[in-house]
């Protein structure tokens, strides 16, 4: 006779298995590629309010990877930022295959999980928000549920967290406290992570030539939000800024 539970039961094993598989990785794709523009969804920002409140996910992050990005930053805090873990959803049903990034303020191993669910490639853990063991004990949590790591640090103070060995260093340019932006962080900080550091420069980059010269700084990987989601049509100003950095 047919055992309904074993059956669910086997099912649900596979369910858990496909989200414990490993996911395009960003690590790879950053290395891989010739830009390293991570494109970033977010419609709302605490400084400086809607920036696209009407932005859908079913077909911004598209638009994006149709463009040229190479992968994804969406925002899933929803009092500050307006977004939404569905909006990951929405994306990976829209036909998205790139890595995507969770972008939240992640300080609880719930929050992996519900990163894993919604079709999450990594997250990003933020230094300014965790000691460093509960960062390490994230860290490890995360990929074992697959997901790799984009450690984000903004100063010296916090340089030490790159010894847990992240997937990826980031360096944010902007003071989350004070919410001044300053690109010169990046290249004040680059040479103090690790040599063999995949390396990310965080928000305030709004010119081609500052993603050429951070390139030359040892950076891969260039978050880059307001500067799309503030236009009309945030794919085609990726691609207009892509052409940009490729003409010279």
């Known amino acids: 006779m047919r055992d309904i539970l074993q059956e669910i039961v086997a099912h649900k094993r596979e369910e858990l298995e496909r989200m414990r598989a490993k996911k395009a990785s960003l690590r790879q794709t950053l290395l891989q590629s010739l830009t390293g523009i991570i494109a970033e969804f977010k419609r709302k920002s605490p400084s400086k309010g809607w920036i696209k409140e009407e932005g859908r996910a079913d077909i911004i992050p598209l638009c994006y990877q149709q463009n040229g990005a190479t992968a994804l930053s969406i925002l899933t805090d929803k009092d500050y930022f307006g977004g939404h873990d569905d909006f990951i959803r929405a994306a990976r049903q829209s036909g998205v295959t790139i890595p995507i990034l969770y972008k939240n303020f992640v300080i609880d191993e719930m929050q992996l999980y519900e990163a894993a669910l919604c079709g999450a490639s990594a997250v990003l853990l933020i230094a300014a928000c965790l ?3 509960e960062c390490k004990q994230l860290m490890d949590k995360a990929h074992s549920l697959g997901l790799e790591v ?3 640090m903004h100063d010296e103070r916090e340089l030490e967290y790159a010894e ?5 260093c980031g360096i944010n340019n902007r003071n989350l406290g004070s919410f001044v932006t300053d690109v010169e962080n990046s290249f004040r900080l680059a040479d103090r992570l690790p040599k063999d550091a ?12 500052t993603i050429r010269e ?3 700084a040892g950076f891969r990987g260039f978050l880059i939000g307001e500067t799309f989601m503030k236009t009309d049509d945030p794919g085609k100003t990726l691609n207009d800024f892509i052409q940009q950095i490729n003409c010279k």
């Open 164 to 168: 847990l060995g992240p997937d990826m």
């Open 214 to 216: 951070l390139r030359e």
């Open 198 to 209: 995949v390396k990310v420069s965080e928000s305030g980059i709004s010119n081609p030539q």
């Open 150 to 152: 984009l450690l984000e």
């Open 131 to 133: 000691s460093k063991a």
